[in-house]
């Protein structure tokens, strides 16, 4: 008779491991099938003890083992991919179940029987000594990356390697497997979660059962497929935050990809346009070498335009000026016009719904601007206090709400929301004629709602999409002419990674289209702005990285952001709690803007570590998880969330 400890394969409430008897002889990393509210799951052994030894801690148990019958062998999954979750969800202090819920892709646990009869028996990898997994940054523009990454798949095919090219979403997959599989179709398969369960259960057993080499397209869980013979792993789009799960484990699929990339020796690449300045930066912090020297060039055949201030002198004004704010230039206007005679497409990129981006005074049709960058202020509501405060999310200067304007010393000041409504409004008024569509979360809830609606207008030549973000990955073809709104309006992103963001952003509608793009700015000395007009960001992007090393950002120090909603009593009760639980770690407690719901406060803490403390060996030499801290985060209750490398601070 044994004891055995075992992790569901599907989300548990339940921190801890599972333990049951069994008068089966089952090995630690097999799979079984176990009993857990009436229901059969299945489970990955963790221990397996001789019941004999055990006696005494049985005795002493207030509850009953419930018994295993069921033993599926050796698991389908490789050792060092169960290795890869196990670290990953030590890195973002997570527990096991949740980790190993979200990587493992539901096709392997709802068809498991199937899968295991399809993979042939296999043993671990043979581990190579002293071999390092070679990592590479890879920074070029897209068509060059292609071109290299069809080089790259012939050579590993003449060394008998297999590639895992990494991408974030379906959209990418397709899109990269169209101009990646000409010539050998049938040793290229794509596979993510939308292919539906028959056609991965074929894809499956053509990847596994394949003498030659492969090149595999896929989301990072399906590196769960135990392909022994991947010799490079290639993570593209790096600088997609798709990468982020967002649900309750917050894990980074990024890490995950380089830790196991890692354990199975494989030649490591980082790729975008433009990578991560935290990657940039860990360049010479981990020894990343560049395949080919970092390229910050930005590469579009067409024109970009920059804009300076709307012309406001129109009649029937506001307040008390004959003046009214006009949201897109004469320029702009015209240029849409003459796309629009000639039955050519336009996009126009605003924020989304509703956000108030700017100030406006409207007595001069000033915007309120922060004194030392230029950014607009943004108005929040700290609900803690009810009071009203301006922030520049560039400095983070806070600026109390109850001032007037700089320029003609007026109070009579208004919120506006340069968003896709109020950008399509204007749109419609001027031109009623055009075919106009709108394209953010609220115009389509689904992803076959935002499918239909890029359909219809790339149907219609001739037409204005206006779209947030959510555009980059359902556009096919590329429009004649973009306008970016409001570039101001950008800084109003409460992220300390907004440059980095934006300047992602302005790539992405460079990359859609083909003519000409123009960018609508109050501030032109924008350091943003003057780096894109120059078609060089590599100045930017080293100022960037010096700022953060001199507050101590990423990548120069590990943050970890411990979060918390509450009512009033409770979110007291929370800061104090965090204060004397991690007051050796110096941490850094407030209160966020905007409330999760009616009565819910947010209380963030946030910690600083240097990154040797908090890392692993498979990411950066000479380094650990500091063990102490990980025990006093997994310590929290699950109304506490985690966030290690989080995208925010609010």
Known sequence: MKIISVIPLKKCILKGDLTYFTSLNIAVGNIVSVPIRNKETLALVTSSEELKGEKSNVKNMDFNLKKVTKDKGSSVFLKEFLDTIFDTSKYFAQNKNSTIASLIPNIFIEKYDKIMHLTPPFTSLEKQQNLKSEKLLFQYPLQDRISIYKTLVRESFARNKSIFLVLPTQFDIEKFTLQLSKGIEKFTFSIHGGINAKKKLIT??????????????????????????????????????IYKIITKTHIDLRVFVEIYASKINARFIIADEILRYETIGRKDMDNLNPLYPLSFRIDFDGKIEVLGKPA??????????????????????????????????????????????????????????????????????????????????????????????????????????????????????????????????????????????????????????????????????????????????????????????????????????????????????????????????????????????????PPYKRFIKITYFGDKEESIEAKKTLKELFKEYNPEIFSGFITKNKNKYVTNTLIKINTQEWSLPEISTNSSIDKNLLAKLLSLPSSFEIFVDPEDLL
């Not at 053509?206 to 993570?235: D, E, M, Q, R, Y």
């Not at 006009?326 to 240029?335: F, G, M, P, R, T």
């Not at 935002?450 to 219809?456: N, T």
Request: with cysteine; glycine share 6%; charged share 25%.
């Open 312 to 553: 406001h002198q129109l009649p029937g004004g506001v307040g008390r000026s004959n003046k009214k704010f006009q949201i897109l230039n004469n320029e702009s206007i015209k240029e849409i016009k003459s796309t629009l005679e000639n039955k050519k497409s336009i996009f126009i990129f605003s924020l989304r719904k509703g956000l108030a981006t700017m100030t406006l005074c409207k007595d001069c049709n000033e915007t309120m601007s922060c004194e030392k960058c230029g950014a607009p202020l943004v108005l929040y509501m700290s609900h803690q206090n009810k009071k009203r405060a301006f922030v520049c999310n560039r400095c983070e200067i806070n600026i109390d709400g109850d001032i007037a304007c700089a320029t003609c010393g007026s109070w009579n000041l208004m919120p506006l929301g340069i968003g896709t409504e109020t950008v399509f409004e204007e749109i419609k008024n001027k031109f009623p004629k055009t075919k106009i569509f709108r394209l953010d979360k609220e115009s389509a809830k689904t992803e076959s709602g935002a499918k239909k609606i890029i359909k219809e207008f790339e149907d219609n030549q001739g037409s204005i999409l206006i779209g947030t973000e959510m555009a980059f990955f359902y556009l096919k073809n590329k429009v004649s002419l973009s306008i970016i709104a409001s570039f101001d309006s950008l800084w109003s992103i409460p992220n300390f990674k907004m440059s980095e963001k934006i300047i992602q952003i302005v790539l992405s509608i460079i990359n859609n289209t083909k003519e000409l793009l123009i960018i609508q700015i109050k501030n032109e000395n924008d350091p943003a702005i003057l780096a894109i007009k120059a078609g060089n960001l590599l100045s930017f992007v080293r100022e960037e990285l010096e700022d953060r090393r001199k507050l101590f950002y």
């Open 204 to 241: 499956y057993e053509k990847i596994i059962n394949s003498t030659h080499p492969v090149l595999i397209i896929g989301t990072p869980p399906f590196l769960s497929i135990p392909k022994k013979n991947i010799g490079t792993i290639i993570l593209e789009h790096e600088n997609s935050n």
